[in-house]
Each structure stands twice: as structure tokens, then as C-alpha cells.
């Protein structure tokens, strides 16, 4: 029987379509028990998240999610109990915490400008106003596309362009992704940056969709490795987009490397069409393997 759990979600306080208040609500009608907000690079619906979790009945874990430099490329960290292992103490507000995402958000804006020039010159209407008026928190790409088609004005390009807006995702994956038109790369922090400042905020910090860049075995058991080096606690091995062989795989190495298992949908919203159910994780019947996180999310 599955988990009832689910560590890798999104709100509107960065590229989500809920308030961490409805999110919780949907949670609670899925019934799960134990949950993470891992918004990008913000902490600012973790609090609302957490009173949401406390009349709802769910144990809800301080998050976040970091896009980082790792190897030449970039990769993604998770990083829970940033709050000092559930007991509400001041991780998730911590100043050298909340300066490092200020910092963050000020290297965002400056990709987010070149961004948007670069949709204008291919001939859309967009302007940084817009785009700030979705974003509640930190900026991300969907928010950008988003913009593009909230405004009439690209009804028509859109249409000849053949880009179903029913799904941001499609925007997202013609023009916003790596190598299209207009995408503009960033300044990340390093890995272990992230990973050192988890855990200065009292966190643990996952290697969040491993199968993401990485190849087979070897590939990601050398990356898994050299990340344990420089503090890396877990891996989500149970995800969306993995393949139940790359599941299998994922969970033998965290397994191997006596690093945490964790399982996220990596939900945002119902216009996203890659990540729109929330508990969507694959698994294979691993149970047992979450019980550390019901024994650290009930220290709360």
C-alpha cells in the first residue's frame, strides 16, 4: 500500500497554482498524512502551510527547493525540516537563510529582464509588470509563460503557432525550456552552498528527481556519491517521471549510500499538464522505508 505522503509540492508562492492553504485542503481529501510545501527558493507560504496542516490533521514539513550548479549542470535540492526537525523553532526564518533566497531572487530578476526582451523580440507582448503580477514569491518560468497567455494580445500568435493554452506547459516546453528561444541561464548556487545552509538551518538536504539529468546506474550512483560528500541526506526515489526500473535502481543506491528515501509528486497546478495530480509518485509496494520520516514529522 502506498505512503500517504507526498514531499514535493508547489504553491502560488512560487510556480503553483494553490495558496498552501488550499493545497493542504486537497491534501486532506486525499487523505494523506505527511506533506511538504518545497516552494522554489522561498519559504514565504511555509507558515501558512504549517496552521493550514495543524486544523487539517497533516503533518506538514518546512521545505524548499534550490536550483543549483552541480558538475557543470544544473540540478535540484530539496531541503525539509528546515525548522529544526518540526519543532517550530526559527530555521525557516533564519536571517542568513532569508539573505541567501534575497540574494537569490535579485540573480532571478536580472534573468527574468533578458527573458522577457527575448520574448519580445520574437514578437510577443510581455512586460516585467505582468509577469510580477503572478508571482507572489519568487519568480519561475511558468510564470512567464503564463503572462504570454493571460495576454490577449498573443491570442493570435498563439493560435498560428498551434500552442494549446489550455496547458502553460506548452508555452513552457516551446520557448522556456534549454536551448529554445527564450531561455536565458542564470547564475545558480553551488551544490554544496545549498546543502551546507540546509543544514545550518537545521535541515536535511535531497537530491530531488535524480533521474532527471542523469543516465544509468553509474552516472547517478558517482553523483549520489560525490553529493553524500558534501552533506546530502536523501534521494526521492519515488517520483512522477521515474520509471519503475528507475525506481528500483534509485532505491538500491540510496539504499547502498544510507541515505533517506523520499517520494514527491512535484505538483503545481492543473494548467501544468507534466505535473497536475497531486500523490502522483510512482512506487513499488516499499512501505517500511518512510518510517523515519513519520518518527522525525511527529516531533512537532
Not at 507526498?6 to 491534501?27: I, Q
Not at 542523469?214 to 521515474?242: D, I, N, P, Q, S
Amino acid at each position: 500500500m502506498k505512503a500517504k505522503i507526498d514531499l514535493h509540492m508547489h504553491s502560488h508562492y512560487s510556480d503553483g497554482e494553490l495558496s498552501p492553504e488550499k493545497l493542504v485542503k486537497e491534501c486532506k481529501k486525499l487523505g494523506l498524512e505527511i506533506i511538504s510545501l518545497t516552494d522554489h527558493e522561498t519559504v514565504w507560504g511555509v507558515e501558512e502551510a504549517i496552521k493550514a496542516g495543524k486544523k487539517s490533521g497533516i503533518s506538514v514539513i518546512p521545505g524548499i527547493e534550490f536550483s543549483c550548479n552541480f558538475q557543470e549542470q544544473e540540478q535540484h535540492l530539496l531541503g525539509y525540516f528546515i525548522d529544526g526537525f518540526g519543532q517550530l523553532a526559527t530555521g525557516y526564518k533564519n536571517p542568513e537563510l532569508l539573505e541567501f533566497l534575497k540574494e537569490v531572487g535579485r540573480k532571478r530578476r536580472e534573468r527574468f529582464l533578458k527573458m522577457i526582451e527575448r520574448l519580445k523580440n520574437l514578437g510577443f507582448f510581455i512586460e516585467y509588470s505582468e509577469v510580477k503580477k503572478y508571482a507572489r514569491g519568487s519568480l519561475t518560468r511558468p510564470h512567464l509563460a503564463r503572462a504570454i497567455i493571460k495576454n490577449k494580445k498573443n491570442a493570435r500568435k498563439l493560435k498560428e503557432l498551434r500552442i494549446d493554452t489550455k496547458f502553460e506547459s506548452e508555452f513552457f516546453k516551446k520557448y522556456l525550456t534549454e536551448g529554445k528561444g527564450a531561455y536565458q541561464d542564470w547564475e545558480r548556487p553551488s551544490a554544496s552552498e545549498v546543502i551546507k545552509l540546509l543544514k545550518k538551518s537545521g535541515g536535511i538536504a535531497v537530491w530531488a528527481h535524480p533521474k532527471w539529468k542523469c543516465g544509468g546506474y553509474k552516472e547517478t550512483m558517482t553523483k549520489a556519491l560525490e553529493l553524500r560528500e558534501l552533506g546530502l541526506g536523501g534521494m526521492e526515489v519515488f517520483y512522477t517521471r521515474h520509471t519503475q526500473d528507475q525506481t528500483k535502481e534509485l532505491f538500491q543506491i540510496a539504499k547502498e549510500l544510507g541515505l533517506a528515501v523520499t517520494a514527491g509528486s512535484d505538483f503545481h497546478s492543473s494548467n501544468f499538464s507534466q505535473y497536475n495530480k497531486i500523490f502522483a509518485w510512482q512506487d513499488f509496494g516499499i512501505e517500511e522505508d518512510f518510517l523515519w520520516l513519520k518518527e522525525k514529522s511527529s516531533v512537532s
